[in-house]
């Protein structure tokens, strides 16, 4: 009877995080798997029409970019952040067949449907801080997420759904727990306000793009 062998998945494995817990283990475990996925679709690119490659970038390559990005992307440098950056771009190339030195910006990033990097990670972020704040995340990521008006005895229209910046050490200031409620009390009350995940979906990227747009 014929065995059944063991077939190791890929996966980041316990070398991912570095000893600084900088992400750039990370990184550069992201930058491999998407240059060699990349390569595959190029070499069989002539089959694809754009939704068709936007369908296999989500799910070949998109994932490990989101993957677990709320807690490890704030603390790169901006040379590792650059790095990401510049695989992205050579992702839209391929999805707008645009020449290899083409520059990406406002325009190819919303033909394509794809956030820079930074602003996909503050999107995720913007995610979960809903679902926190909405009652639908789990207890570990509630923990130290505030409101204002529970903090204090009074109140402004404009805190109504406003949480307490936290008071942490130089080095927290890269935490999730920072970031992203530095993000959320950024957000125009008119999305914090959303009654549900969908709509402050489709709101938060509007908002998004519209920052994007007015930096380009």
């Known amino acids: 009877m014929a065995t059944l062998k063991r077939v190791a998945t890929p996966s980041l494995n316990n070398k991912a995080l570095d000893q600084s817990l900088s992400g750039e283990s990370i990184v550069e475990h992201i930058l491999h798997k998407s240059s060699n996925k990349l390569k595959f679709l190029y070499r069989n690119a002539r089959n694809f029409d754009l939704n068709t490659k936007k369908l296999l970038v989500s799910a070949l390559i998109q994932c490990h970019f989101d993957y677990a990005c709320s807690s490890w992307y704030s603390g790169l440098s901006m040379k590792w952040k650059g790095r990401l950056q510049t695989m992205q771009n050579k992702i839209i190339r391929f999805m707008t067949n645009s020449p290899p030195r083409t520059h990406i910006g406002y325009g ?13 990670v503050e999107q995720m972020k913007l995610g979960h801080m809903f679902s926190i704040i909405s009652g639908n995340a789990p207890n570990y990521l509630k923990a130290g997420v505030v409101m204002v008006h529970d903090h204090h005895s009074y109140s402004t229209r404009a805190s109504v759904k406003s949480c307490v910046v936290p008071r942490i050490k130089s080095f927290g200031q890269w935490s999730f727990l920072y970031t992203a409620i530095l993000r959320w009390n950024a957000l125009p009350r008119s999305i914090q306000l959303c009654n549900t995940l969908t709509s ?17």
């Not at 190819?108 to 996909?120: A, I, N, S, T």
């Not at 402050?200 to 380009?216: E, G, H, P, T």
């Open 108 to 120: 190819q990033f919303k033909q394509v449907g794809f956030l820079p990097v930074d602003y996909r």
């Open 200 to 216: 402050f979906k489709k709101n938060v990227k509007k908002y998004l793009w519209a920052k994007i747009a007015s930096r380009s």
